[in-house]
């Protein structure tokens, strides 16, 4: 099944679909069904609910949001074990395309997109399979979702937001949403807690009663984190970055040590007391994975197997995955190359 959504990106998701792709499917003497969602949730409705026998694999060309449903979708099912084991195939087509930039391990560039488009399908028609880390996060209603790229709050979460209005432009709706977003720089408080890697034995959970995989590494969001996570003891901070991939954008290699399955989340904070001025050489560096190496002292970077980060400033934005969600404390769990993904 190879799902579209046509107003990915540009809008131009189905163009690419039937100008690149199906000539490669065709040539191939691959069969598909294609389905273009139509609305919001469309895909995650459908493979929650269809028989997944019928398919080889579950493909998406968008950005990455439509992943992100899909992913949620099979985990919703009642044979989520099974169901997460349908490999999984993304072609980029939208304005956030990190999860195929991570694949290749490559900064990319507007006039190469269509070469990364082509290459992933290259990989679709030979049909290897790699495994792929999700991360449990749960959110103060007590919903849980699952996640393959990121968590933000702060900075980076708004930017996701506020370039919303400037979809249009593509990929460099993040650059235009990064400068405004730095014009107005904004400081939040919170509290930050992590579980380091490698983990302590397991503790035991209340949180296992539901579909998914159990989060045997956290405690319930009311109860205080266990003593021996670490307690971050600043409460300013400018972001909060919780990344799961190499690349938090086709131009953003947010994480270079991050691979699909490295079973880690990749943590990086900035605190408050950063001039603008080092906050952009922070992002302008990040484009090659060069902002670790700068020695910026504001800038934390630590690998961890859960966190729970609870924002006490009164407004602000987390997004999963560059989806906002509800704002408020919340927590996460890494639950490695639980999912197949068709990749190099």
Not at 152 to 172: C, N, Q, T
Not at 281 to 288: S, V
């Amino acid at each position: 099944m190879v799902l579209v959504n046509p107003q990915s990106g540009r809008g131009q998701a189905l163009q690419l679909f039937s100008g690149q792709i199906e000539p490669m499917l065709t040539e191939a003497s691959i069969p598909y069904t294609l389905v273009i969602t139509e609305h919001q949730n469309h895909a995650r409705d459908l493979v929650r609910e269809t028989d997944l026998s019928q398919w080889d694999a579950l493909v998406i060309l968008s950005g990455d949001g439509l992943l992100f449903e899909v992913l949620n979708g099979l985990l919703e099912r009642e044979d989520w074990e099974e169901a997460i084991q349908t490999p999984l195939g993304i072609l980029p087509g939208g304005s956030g395309n990190a999860l195929a930039a991570s694949e290749y391990d490559i900064i990319l560039y507007e006039e190469i997109a269509n070469e990364l488009l082509l290459s992933c399908g290259f990989l679709l028609c030979k049909g290897l399979v790699t495994r792929l880390d999700l991360v449990s996060v749960h959110l103060a209603s007590s919903q849980r979702i699952f996640s393959f790229l990121s968590l933000a709050w702060g900075f980076v979460a708004d930017i996701d937001i506020e370039s919303e209005k400037y979809r249009l432009v593509g990929p460099m709706r993040f650059l235009v949403g990064t400068l405004m977003r730095l014009a107005s720089l904004r400081v939040y408080q919170g509290r930050l807690a992590y579980l380091p890697a490698p983990p302590s034995t397991p503790q035991n959970s209340s949180l296992f009663n539901r579909k998914g995989p159990p989060d045997s590494l956290l405690a319930d969001l009311e109860q205080p984190v266990p003593e021996h996570w670490t307690v971050v003891n600043e409460e300013d901070f400018v972001l909060v970055l919780a990344m799961f991939q190499s690349h938090l954008a086709e131009d953003l290699f947010a994480a270079p040590g991050a691979t699909a399955d490295d079973g880690f989340i990749h943590l990086l904070y900035v605190r408050a007391g950063i001039s603008r001025l080092a906050l952009l050489t922070l992002f302008m560096t990040m484009e090659k994975g060069g902002h670790l190496a700068i020695g910026c002292p504001h800038l934390v970077y630590e690998r961890v197997k859960a966190f729970r980060l609870e924002p006490l400033s009164p407004e602000g934005a987390i997004t999963v995955d560059g989806e906002m969600v509800e704002y408020g404390p919340v927590q996460a769990q890494v639950h490695e190359g639980i999912a197949r993904l068709i990749s190099g």
